[in-house]
Every structure is written in C-alpha cells, then in structure tokens.
C-alpha cells in the first residue's frame, strides 16, 4: 500500500469513501501568477485587449471552474459549492496575480477547487492576450491555506 487515500490496498485507483465523514465547513486560497510583457500587462490591466476585458472574463472562467472541477479532475468529489470569489491584480510591471478562494459546507475540502479556479483564470488571460504576448507565463501555481477538515487548517508559510 502506498498510503494515498486514492489507492486501494493492491494499488488500484478509487474514489475515496467520505459517507461517514461529517459535514464541516470547508475553505481554501490558490494563487497563481502570470508574467507578461508591458504591452500585454497595461492591455489587461487596463480593460482594452483584443478580445476585451481579460480581467473580468478570466475572473468569471476562475469561477465557472471551480464549479466543474469534478468534471475535470478524476476522483475528485463533485461538492455543492457555496463561495467561489476569484481576483486578478497586479503585482508588480507586468506580473498579475490571481488569488482564488472557495467555499462549502461538505465532507471533504475545496482545495483541488481552488487550484483549479486559480489555474483556468490564469490560463484564460494567456488566452485573451497571447495576441500581444505569446511568450506570457504562469507559474506559482500553489495552495495558500485552507481549513477545515480531518488534517486541520494550512497556511503557506514562504521562507
């Protein structure tokens, strides 16, 4: 046995049981960043790029991910979702960052959620903006924090 909850004692792939877990309030932060040149970054920032507001779209994409993210993601556990909140800001000349934060009340935690909630809102900028900026990337793709849950609460802590 490997000791990943996604894995039977011969190794086999398999949903993880949660039917005698109790509901708990569950929540989660992802972040991720984006790199681009100067025309692309004030193109997105400032709400005019080719295809329109990149911001306000990638922010709604963020959003419509997290609601699919069983979809996507096998073994993941399709959860009634009840706060999907998705920001892109500026960090820095032509570094946007975007911060992803979901809710539930279920029995099992939001973090794949917000991984992906930040990773699609991400990718929907590229996909705005490569017109300005082909070589944009995304990186720092991580979990900030979460709570809730049998394995308590999680805060980043960057050295």
Same mark, same amino acid.
């Given at each position: 046995?490997?000791?990943?909850? *996604?894995?039977?004692?011969?190794?086999?792939?398999?949903?993880?049981?949660?039917?005698?877990?109790?509901?708990?309030?569950?929540?989660?932060?992802?972040?991720?960043?984006? %790199?681009?040149?100067?025309?692309?970054?004030?193109?997105?920032?400032?709400?005019? @790029?080719?295809? @329109?507001?990149?911001? +306000?779209? /990638?922010? &709604?994409?963020?959003? $419509?991910?997290? #609601?699919?993210?069983? %979809?996507?993601?096998? &073994?993941? *556990?399709? &959860?009634?979702?009840?706060?999907? #909140? =998705?920001?892109?800001?500026?960090?820095?000349?032509? =570094?946007?960052?975007?911060?992803?934060? =979901?809710?539930?009340?279920?029995?099992?935690? =939001?973090?794949?959620?917000?991984?992906? /909630?930040?990773?699609?809102?991400?990718?929907?900028?590229?996909? $705005?903006? #490569?017109?300005?900026?082909?070589?944009? +990337?995304?990186? /720092?793709?991580?979990?900030?924090? #979460?709570?809730?849950?049998?394995?308590?609460?999680?805060?980043?802590?960057?050295?």
């Amino acid at each position: 046995m490997s000791g990943l909850t *996604h894995q039977d004692e011969e190794g086999r792939v398999r949903m993880v049981d949660v039917a005698d877990k109790p509901a708990t309030r569950r929540r989660a932060v992802a972040t991720a960043r984006i %790199s681009m040149n100067s025309q692309a970054f004030e193109a997105i920032r400032d709400g005019v @790029g080719p295809k @329109g507001d990149a911001r +306000q779209t /990638a922010e &709604l994409a963020g959003i $419509m991910a997290a #609601k699919q993210t069983s %979809s996507l993601i096998p &073994l993941c *556990h399709p &959860l009634p979702l009840t706060k999907v #909140k =998705v920001a892109i800001e500026p960090v820095t000349s032509g =570094v946007f960052e975007v911060r992803a934060e =979901v809710r539930t009340d279920g029995k099992t935690g =939001v973090e794949i959620e917000a991984l992906t /909630a930040a990773s699609v809102a991400a990718l929907t900028l590229y996909d $705005m903006a #490569k017109a300005l900026d082909k070589s944009m +990337q995304i990186d /720092a793709i991580r979990l900030e924090e #979460k709570q809730g849950g049998q394995s308590g609460d999680y805060q980043r802590a960057d050295p």
